[in-house]
């Protein structure tokens, strides 16, 4: 009888191994799907914010077309907006981890009033034309007329009242409205001019009749318009996601740079316009410069202090207050990765 008992003692042995390796190999596994690593990573689900009609930020598209997120790791969640403002709201309420094509000034606003925020990148510099009916041949000949803006706190609007400070002229009224609405308000004759972001702009002088630019680019050089911003929260917990966001993007830069036509052909697609619109558009803007022109940036929160946008109290030093909400670190670590001069 004792034979047996040392053969089912040895078997009991045996048996207690096998699961004790089978639970470690299931521990393993499981560890390794809360961490991916390598090729065998999940996709993080990244939700970000955009704008209407901001398929002028062509990087970006070109970036989703190409599937550079995708090997990144990630899988975007996109929501649009009508306008910068609308977007912050929803990002200080925890609805976006990151927003694209969102003006400086609605960003920095946001942060004036207790918005956890940070700006991480130019998506475009300048962007900010201002078109007119046929009926006004210059910038100048807007003194005492009707101007349409896509809204109060828009980089567009700070521009717009920067341009008439400069040419020493006053609108009769500013009209706003979505950026959608206002070429049609131009086109019934209900305001003689409006400023916006590209495409709609290049879209109007295309298509309606005697529509055409009266200035071009903003009254400053290098002159920051939209950005990309991410939730301060966020970017503390999940700095390697935010920087694999980035990466991603500047793969769309790069590619961009060395394939212009190409980029245009798509952006065209993607507005249902003639190429040629897509290149008008490109023409008012700078989108392949993702470096920050730090002093256009102090000139557009002095200006929305001076005109009431920012209240004075909120910001009591300008250059802090710019410093503390503009991170570019990432920046100069993702150009280098991704060879971007």
């Known amino acids: 009888?004792?034979?047996?008992?040392?053969?089912?003692?040895?078997?009991?042995?045996?048996?207690?191994?096998?699961?004790?390796?089978?639970?470690?190999?299931?521990?393993?596994?499981?560890?390794?799907?809360?961490?991916?690593?390598?090729?065998?990573?999940?996709?993080?689900?990244?939700?970000?914010?955009?704008?209407?009609?901001?398929?002028?930020?062509?990087?970006?598209?070109?970036?989703?077309?190409?599937?550079?997120?995708?090997?990144?790791?990630?899988?975007?969640?996109?929501?649009?907006?009508?306008?910068?403002?609308?977007?912050?709201?929803?990002?200080?309420?925890?609805?976006?981890?990151?927003?694209?094509?969102?003006?400086?000034?609605?960003?920095?606003?946001?942060?004036?009033?207790?918005?956890?925020?940070?700006?991480?990148?130019?998506?475009?510099?300048?962007?900010?034309?201002?078109?007119?009916?046929?009926?006004?041949?210059?910038?100048?000949?807007?003194?005492?007329?009707?101007?349409?803006?896509?809204?109060?706190?828009?980089?567009?609007?700070?521009?717009?009242?920067?341009?008439?400070?400069?040419?020493?002229?006053?609108?009769?009224?500013?009209?706003?409205?979505?950026?959608?609405?206002?070429?049609?308000?131009?086109?019934?004759?209900?305001?003689?001019a409006f400023t916006g972001w590209e495409w709609p702009a290049a879209d109007t002088v295309n298509r309606v009749k005697g529509a055409h630019y009266v200035l071009n680019m903003p009254v400053i050089d290098n002159a920051e318009s939209v950005a990309m911003g991410v939730n301060g929260k966020y970017y503390q917990e999940n700095r390697e996601t935010v920087k694999k966001f980035m990466r991603a993007y500047l793969k769309g830069v790069k590619y961009y740079t060395e394939h212009k036509d190409e980029a245009f052909s798509l952006m065209a697609k993607m507005i249902n316009r003639p190429v040629e619109v897509a290149k008008m558009s490109m023409d008012n803007c700078i989108v392949e410069k993702p470096d920050i022109d730090l002093p256009s940036v102090k000139f557009a929160v002095q200006d929305a202090i001076d005109t009431g946008k920012i209240k004075k109290d909120a910001v009591p030093n300008v250059d802090e207050f710019i410093n503390k909400y503009i991170d570019q670190s990432l920046l100069l670590e993702s150009k280098k990765e991704v060879g971007l001069k």
């Open 1 to 192: 009888m004792k034979k047996p008992t040392k053969h089912i003692t040895v078997l009991a042995l045996i048996t207690g191994l096998i699961m004790l390796l089978a639970g470690c190999g299931t521990t393993k596994n499981e560890q390794s799907k809360k961490e991916p690593q390598g090729g065998s990573q999940k996709e993080i689900t990244v939700r970000i914010g955009d704008i209407t009609a901001a398929e002028l930020i062509v990087p970006f598209h070109v970036a989703m077309e190409k599937g550079y997120f995708k090997e990144e790791g990630l899988k975007i969640d996109r929501k649009v907006f009508t306008n910068g403002p609308n977007l912050m709201m929803a990002m200080s309420n925890g609805e976006l981890d990151l927003c694209v094509a969102t003006g400086f000034t609605p960003i920095l606003q946001a942060a004036s009033q207790g918005s956890n925020v940070k700006i991480l990148l130019s998506m475009s510099k300048g962007n900010a034309p201002v078109v007119a009916g046929g009926h006004i041949k210059s910038f100048k000949d807007l003194d005492g007329k009707v101007v349409g803006s896509p809204g109060l706190g828009t980089i567009q609007n700070t521009m717009l009242s920067l341009a008439a400070q400069k040419h020493g002229i006053k609108f009769q009224k500013v009209v706003h409205g979505k950026i959608t609405d206002l070429p049609v308000f131009l086109e019934k004759g209900e305001i003689d």
